[in-house]
C-alpha cells in the first residue's frame, strides 16, 4: 500500500489531469484550422446510399466558444479547489472540512434540546417522551443495523431488551460499550478440552447448566472437562461481565444452541465486535442512546 501513498502518483494525478485539458484544446485548435477541399457546390464530394452528400459546412462558433468556456471553467476550477493530485487548491476547500463544519452547525442548532436533559439521571431520561422519541431515532440510525429495529436482536447480535447483559446493564457499563466498542473473543477451545467426544461430553454438559434438553449420561462426563472453560465463565458457569464471558445458566444463546452449534463454538472459538460509537455521535447523544437501551429492558420501572 505504501506504493499508492508516494508522491509519485501525485504528480502522475496532476499531470494526466492537465494533459487531458490540453489535450482537448489541442485537438479543438487542430480540428478548426483543418480545411477540407470542397466543391462548387459546398460539399466534400462523399456520397452515401446514392443521394447522402457529405456538407462541408464549419462547426457553429457557438458550438467552440462553448468547449472553450469549459476548458477554461476546468482550469479555473483545478486552481482554486482540489484536483491535481495534493494541491489543495486556492480556497483551501476540503469536503473533511466542510463535513465538519456541517456537524458544527448542526451539534449548536440541537444543542438546546439537549440542554433540558443535561439535568436528568439515566432512569429520569427513560421515562422522558420527547428524549426517548430522540433516542429511538439515534438507535435505529446507528445500533438497529444490528440489533435490529425491535432491539431483540438475532444470532450473534445481542438482545438489548431482555437481562442479559454480556458486560453489565448499568448506565454505566452502557455509556462504556457506545462509547468505545466492544471485542467479544472466545479462543478454540478444542485441544484444551481433549478429544472430539470429550468436546460433545462438554457440550452437554453446558446445556445442562440451563435445563436445556441434553444427553445426561454426556453431561455427567463433560463436568469435569469444563473446568478448561471455568477460566471464564465459572466453574458454575455464571459467566464473567468483567470480561464478557456469557452466563451459560440462563438457556439465553447468542450464538445459537444445541450440542452442535456448542460444540462448533468450542472448535473454532468466535470473535464478534462492536463499533465505538464516540466518533460519531457528541456526548449529549450517547447519554440519550444510553437511557433508550437502558430503558428498553427497565422502562416500566423508570414509567412509574
Not at 458544527?104 to 440541537?110: D, F, P, R
Not at 444490528?146 to 454480556?166: E, I, M, Q, V, Y
Not at 466492544?182 to 467426544?197: K, L, N, S, W
Not at 472437562?225 to 465459572?234: M, P, S, Y
Request: charged share 15%; net charge negative; hydrophobic share 40%.
Amino acid at each position: 500500500m505504501s506504493d499508492f501513498t508516494h508522491n509519485f502518483w501525485s504528480i502522475y494525478v496532476a499531470g494526466m489531469t492537465l494533459a487531458g485539458i490540453i489535450g482537448c484544446l489541442l485537438l479543438l485548435w487542430f480540428t478548426a484550422r483543418k480545411k477540407v477541399d470542397a466543391t462548387t457546390d459546398n460539399t466534400t464530394g462523399h456520397v452515401w446510399d446514392e443521394d447522402l452528400t457529405e456538407m462541408n459546412n464549419p462547426m457553429p462558433r457557438w458550438w467552440m466558444w462553448l468547449f472553450v468556456i469549459t476548458i477554461v471553467f476546468g482550469l479555473g476550477y483545478l486552481a482554486f479547489y482540489p484536483g491535481l493530485g495534493n494541491f489543495a487548491g486556492k480556497l483551501g476547500w476540503t469536503e473533511v472540512k466542510e463535513y465538519q463544519e456541517e456537524m458544527q452547525k448542526g451539534e449548536a442548532e440541537i444543542a438546546p434540546v439537549y440542554a433540558r436533559f443535561a439535568s436528568l439521571t439515566t432512569e429520569q431520561l427513560a421515562g422522558d417522551p420527547p428524549a426517548m422519541a430522540i433516542g429511538e431515532r439515534l438507535f435505529m440510525n446507528n445500533c438497529a443495523q444490528c440489533h435490529g429495529s425491535d432491539a431483540r436482536g438475532s444470532k450473534g447480535f445481542p438482545n438489548l431488551t431482555d437481562k442479559d447483559w454480556l458486560h453489565g446493564g448499568l448506565p454505566e457499563n452502557i455509556s462504556e460499550t457506545i462509547h468505545n466498542g466492544r471485542i467479544g473473543m472466545m479462543p478454540p477451545m478444542a485441544a484444551a478440552v481433549g478429544t472430539a467426544d470429550d468436546v460433545r461430553n462438554v457440550a452437554n454438559y453446558v446445556l445442562s447448566l440451563s435445563g436445556s434438553p441434553h444427553d445426561s449420561v454426556r453431561a455427567s462426563l463433560g463436568k469435569s472437562k469444563f473446568v478448561a472453560c471455568a477460566a471464564c465463565h465459572g466453574m458454575d458457569g455464571k459467566g464473567n461481565q468483567v470480561i464478557g464471558a456469557p452466563n451459560l445458566t440462563d438457556d439465553i444463546w447468542l450464538h445459537g444452541w444445541g450440542e452442535a452449534a456448542i460444540t462448533a463454538m468450542v472448535n473454532n472459538g468466535k470473535t464478534n465486535e462492536m463499533p465505538a460509537q464516540a466518533s460519531k455521535l457528541t456526548e449529549p447523544q450517547i447519554r440519550v442512546l444510553t437511557a433508550y437501551v437502558w430503558g428498553l429492558s427497565n422502562r416500566p420501572k423508570a414509567a412509574q
